[in-house]
């Protein structure tokens, strides 16, 4: 069995930029979710936690990412 969650960098605790923290804090529990799914699932399971890269949408809009 494999489990994918999607994540993002945005997540990171290695940020230079503020902002977005609903959104960041929302992933970085997700991260979290997938790290203990890891040990819950070991020798049963796969668990990766994927960032898909950027797409462009009304949200990435304003912060420039094109």
């Known amino acids: 069995m494999h489990v994918v969650l999607l994540g ?8 230079k930029d503020g902002g977005l923290y609903g959104y960041r804090a929302t992933k970085a529990a997700l991260h979290m979710i997938g790290l203990n799914l890891s040990i819950e699932l070991k020798d049963k399971a796969s668990v990766g936690v994927l960032h898909p890269g950027f797409v462009e949408t009304g ?3 304003p912060l420039g990412f094109k």
């Open 59 to 61: 949200m990435t809009a």
């Open 8 to 15: 993002t960098t945005l997540s990171s605790f290695d940020q």
